[in-house]
């Protein structure tokens, strides 16, 4: 079972605060993006895992999806999302990405955000999204950069300039990794990029499009969320894939 952090109350109290989930979608710095590399919505069966707050599974409906199935470990995130959603086309299921079962050829697109980094057996969870799809569908994910996931302390190149660098750390070494996020030991598993692109052609997937998403200047600026060295490496990877 994967580790079930948004249910701590102390994680949760921090976690509602978080800018992206007081203002929603537009909150995200990296939602123009990823929304650019959706498919058409119309008339789609979608499911949303790691589904949150309801946010994504939302705005599907409000762009024209048939129904949204949405997927998420924490019952506070899912009875929040129940308690702001009144749209009988979105169900919201407490379930573990570890171990989900979803039955076969039963939706058009599967979208998720942020929420694959807590998956440890990741090979399992894609062939499972994959058996889901119907021929022609679509998965569309967002998930932190192995590179972001592997830092080292900042230390300086040189004294004249007083720039900073953030070299990884054992980028190559695949596991867990445990970090501070409103709390202490969140948990979460490092990959590189490798092993999850050729995870996803080995599954039985084709890439339409990849992203190393990283905010500009201005949006860090923006948002008090982010701080300078959010544009020395990219935050987030957002992928793009189609089940022939």
Known sequence: MAQNIYDNPEFFSGYTQYPRQVIGLDGATEWPTVRA????????????????FGWASRWM??????SVAGF??????IARARHDTADPAIDYRIADLETLELPEAA???????????????????MRTIHDALVPGGDLVFTTEH????????PRW????????SWPVNSYSIEGERRTEWFVKDVLKYHRTMA???????????????LKEFGPTPEE?????????EEVERPMMLLVAVHRP
């Not at 939706?107 to 969870?125: E, P, Q, T």
């Open 37 to 52: 590399m959706l498919p058409p919505i119309q008339g789609k069966r979608v499911a949303d895992l790691g589904c949150g």
């Open 61 to 66: 409906r409000e762009q024209g999806a048939a």
């Open 72 to 77: 998420d470990l924490s019952e506070k995130m």
């Open 107 to 125: 939706f058009d697109l599967v979208y998720s955000s942020l929420a694959f980094h807590y998956v440890k057996d990741i090979r399992r969870l």
């Open 146 to 153: 192995p590179i972001y996931m592997a830092p080292a302390q």
């Open 157 to 164: 190149i040189t004294e004249e300039d007083g720039r900073k």
């Open 195 to 209: 092993t999850t692109l050729n995870t996803l052609i080995e599954e039985g997937f084709t890439l339409r499009r």
């Open 220 to 228: 860090v600026r923006r948002s008090p969320d982010l701080s300078e």
